[in-house]
């Protein structure tokens, strides 16, 4: 690799006389001095405690060590760049960077074993805004803050400054911060139109809180570091995609309906179902969480953990959901990677040494709020064959269509796997290994593309092997950071780092420390989740305490309406999952990914591209008749009103309950399409 790059490619390397830098299209992107060193390194000890997966983690850094003096070797192929702390001294770090047209890899090939803290600056400018590590909830714009990076329980309320996380803290050591997210990623994504990618499983701290440079911190020294640009955010995203895998598009029966989240057995679905289906509602799946069995805990309505049907919970089912299906509507479950001890499946997973051990070799019991479950082994090949066979058989052979994979963020770090790693450095990578079990199980039985599974948990690599992510267990409320409007930037982040299906629980899940769904709330929720790709309802942790589809008819009613116009854009959604599956773009878009120029978009959280035509801006607050949306240049039609708007400013609309403040662009070729979907009610 000469000194002087080529001029195709985007990164230039250039030798300093005390020390290099290299620039992306002639801006700087690393540098090295004396001065301003590009590495960290020390070792630190820390405390991880966690309970019901939400983990408090304190670092006592011993050492942080500048590597101050670089010595560089050049040649065709790679740069080889030593670190150390003193000039000629003891080498820290051996770095290997190769350069391609579009990106910049750096290997670290050599590290001194006694480290286990790195710091990796970027240069950065203060304009810069930054985005991705996974999904994140709070912010979409990451600058100003540091990131955690770390699977957990997001927590109940997820911001310190008010009463319900406060309770949850005090009483349930749950109440979650602003980074706290079932899916990190120690990816990101910069305005200057290039992705760092960070090779690792570690606990890592991405802190972007300087003018200057963004400081990457790794709990290891990681296998590499990746940086690739692109000349759109679209093409970025694509190449994101890429590199981590792409979703399968989304089955046919999906647009067919809402799938409508029922409990309580054969007699109460069917019961709901001729109602609702009376009323009008197209219904395109009903989602029975407890077809395996129920138990009730103090948090509320828990489900067994044994998975396979539940006859006496839900008599009859096999041939009722042949009946369905005729009907189109599919059933669909749920299973997670756990196994309750009260099961037949665990004595099947514990006599066959399926199951993670303690230190003294036992069982490892996990606590999961009155019950105990033992952890399938997915590092060991056998259990993962065994439980893919479960998959098969159980859910897949008995007739479902879909279920819910939950959880994989609750891996404990003090337990033993078959692999022998430590569960520290597999914590981040459970999510990945219980998605590819389910994708595995489909995949084998032919069944991709028919069978759709969504999950909450992920990590680097969950985008080609999960079929569809949900946005966790929001809490049933308006706030900022975990109620409705936290699906917004949860569906941006991770859309941008390829996982381009995304959608949530209608209405929220979590009811604790007063919080009760109200009808005003599912409807506005509703009302955001016709424009994503999937539509479902939750009935929550305390059903009697939330307000549920089928409250009143008033609700229904808003229901069945919203639930048309899904329908109806069915064309358009199917078209935006079929370009995922092929290109890796999602089907919500952040406004600056068709909008670059518009300095104003890169800082809207709260609104999203539906595709490249609709403009999409929910009422996240509660008692509004009217709503402010920003509306890029161009050319915008009100989607209900059919008035059209110039754009490039803020525009006030009416937005009464079933009227969601939604523009399309007026030289859409899906124009007509929008115009009838707006009709639908009259």
């Known amino acids: 690799m000469r000194d002087q790059a080529t001029q195709e490619s985007r990164f230039q390397f250039t030798k300093l006389e005390d020390g290099f830098e290299i620039t992306l299209r002639g801006d700087v992107l690393l540098r090295h001095t004396s001065a301003q060193p590009l590495l960290f390194a020390g070792y630190g000890e820390e405390t991880m405690e966690m309970y019901r997966g939400n983990f408090d983690i304190r670092d006592y850094v011993i050492e942080r060590i500048a590597l101050r003096y670089a010595e560089t070797e050049v040649t065709e192929q790679s740069i080889r760049i030593t670190f150390s702390n003193v000039k000629n001294g003891e080498p820290y770090i051996t770095l290997e960077v190769k350069q391609g047209l579009r990106d910049l890899q750096i290997d670290f090939i050599q590290a001194n074993a006694a480290l286990n803290r790195l710091w990796f600056r970027l240069q950065a400018d203060a304009e810069e805004k930054v985005y991705g590590c996974g999904e994140q909830m709070s912010h979409l714009n990451l600058r100003g803050k540091n990131f955690p990076l770390w699977t957990s329980e997001p927590g109940v ?14 009483i349930d050591k749950a109440g979650g911060d602003y980074y706290t997210t079932n899916y990190p990623e120690p990816t990101f994504v910069s305005s200057r139109k290039y992705m760092c990618h960070v090779e690792t499983t570690a606990y890592a701290d991405f802190d972007f809180r300087q003018p200057q440079y963004h400081e990457l911190q790794m709990w290891e020294v990681p296998s590499s570091i990746v940086i690739e640009t692109a000349e759109s955010f679209l093409e970025l995203t694509s190449r994101i995609s ?9 089955p046919d029966w999906t647009y067919n309906g809402i799938w409508l989240g029922i409990q309580g057995g054969t007699a109460v679905v069917e019961k709901k179902l001729e109602h609702v289906l009376s009323k009008g509602l197209k219904v395109g799946g009903v989602w029975c969480q407890d077809w395996q069995g129920k138990r009730i805990t103090s948090f509320g309505k828990r489900l067994m953990w044994n998975w396979r049907w539940n006859p006496q919970e839900y008599p009859g089912l096999d041939r009722k959901m042949q009946e369905w299906k005729q009907q189109g509507i599919r059933f669909l479950g749920y299973i997670n990677p756990y196994v309750a001890v009260e099961g037949d499946l665990f004595q099947t997973a514990k006599t066959n040494g399926y199951l993670a051990l303690t230190e003294q070799g036992e069982v490892y019991l996990v606590d999961f709020g009155e019950f105990y479950c033992g952890v399938v082994d997915f590092t060991n090949p056998e259990a993962n064959e065994w439980y893919k066979g479960v998959i098969k058989e159980n859910l897949i052979g008995f007739g ?36 590819k079990v389910n994708y595995e199980a489909v995949e084998e039985s032919g069944k991709l593309g028919e069978v759709v599974y969504f999950m909450r948990a992920g990590y680097s690599g969950i985008q080609q092997y999960c079929t569809l992510l949900w ?33 949530s629980d209608i209405g929220g899940y979590t009811s604790l420390h007063g919080n009760k769904r109200s009808k005003e709330l599912f409807m506005r929720w509703a009302e955001m989740c016709a424009f994503t790709p999937v539509m479902r309802t939750h009935e929550g942790n305390r059903p009697y305490d939330c307000w549920q589809f089928d409250s009143d008819d008033e ?3 808003h229901l069945v309406r919203m639930t048309d116009i899904y329908a109806a854009l069915s064309p358009y959604t199917r078209e935006l999952v079929r370009i995922n599956a092929e290109q890796g773009i999602p089907v919500q878009r952040p406004l600056f990914m068709h909008y670059e120029h518009d300095i104003r978009s890169y800082d809207i959280q709260y609104q999203y591209m539906y595709g490249p035509d609709l403009l999409v801006a929910p009422v996240y607050q509660e008692n509004q008749s009217a709503w402010s949306v920003y509306l890029p240049k161009d050319e915008w039609v009100h989607l209900w009103t059919g008035e059209s708007y110039p754009g490039g400013g803020e525009v006030e609309v009416a937005a009464p309950l079933g009227c969601p403040p939604v523009f399309y662009r007026k030289s859409s070729s899906y124009a007509e399409l929008f115009r009838s979907a707006a009709g639908i009610q009259g």
């Open 242 to 250: 890429d590199r981590f895998g792409r979703q399968p598009e989304l």
């Open 157 to 170: 309320g997820r911001n310190k400054k008010t009463y319900v996380t406060w309770q949850a803290d005090v």
């Open 555 to 557: 609700t229904l009613e």
């Open 471 to 503: 946005a966790g267990d929001q809490s049933v409320d308006w706030s900022l950071d975990d109620g409705l409007a936290s699906v917004i930037p949860a569906a941006l982040s991770s859309g941008l780092l390829g996982n381009g299906l995304h959608h």
């Open 400 to 435: 479902l269509d879909g279920w819910m994979a939950d959880f994989g963020e609750y891996l404990p770090i003090d337990l033993v796997l078959h692999n022998r790693k430590p569960a520290k450095l597999m914590h981040n990578a459970w999510p990945v290994l219980w998605a």
